[in-house]
């Protein structure tokens, strides 16, 4: 059996979600619907963004979850970023600090759905 994992991220308006992450992830869709889009990030795993509007979703429904880019580079990759967000727009909800795992910040795509850059492996000696 073949296994892979979908991360969904519930969104207003599927194409313009994807223009955000493809243009923010540098990356072009793997399937689309006029309501759900997928991003292929390796085998097995993908970032799927849903419009919901084929089930009773609220606007309401809290945000539980977010979605993590985990960087190789140190912490300047991190910084570099987090400068190039900005530079585009992006709105940041919490800039470069330290978590205890290394450098991180959080930003939020236009539906609200929070975005945290990390870095994959820390070093365990900082």
């Known amino acids: 059996m073949t296994t892979s994992v979908v991360s969904i991220v519930y969104v207003n308006d599927a194409p313009a979600a994807a223009r955000f992450y493809g ?3 540098g990356m072009s869709p793997s399937f689309e619907t006029p309501g759900y889009i997928t991003f292929a990030l390796g085998p097995g795993a993908d970032l799927g963004l849903w419009s919901g509007r084929f089930e009773d979703l609220s606007a309401d ?3 539980t979850s977010e979605v993590c880019v985990a960087v190789a580079g140190g ?3 991190v910084e570099a ?4 967000w900005r530079s585009k727009g ?4 919490r800039a470069p ?6 450098p991180t910040f959080l930003a939020a795509d236009p539906d609200g759905n929070r975005i945290r850059v990390a870095r994959r492996d ?3 000696d900082t």
Request: proline content about 12%; glycine content about 8%.
């Open 75 to 77: 912490p300047d990759e």
């Open 61 to 63: 429904v809290p945000r």
């Open 122 to 124: 820390a070093p365990s």
């Open 81 to 84: 970023i987090f400068t190039q």
């Open 97 to 102: 600090h330290d978590l205890g795992f290394g």
């Open 90 to 93: 992006v709105t940041i909800l």
């Open 23 to 25: 243009e923010l992830l």
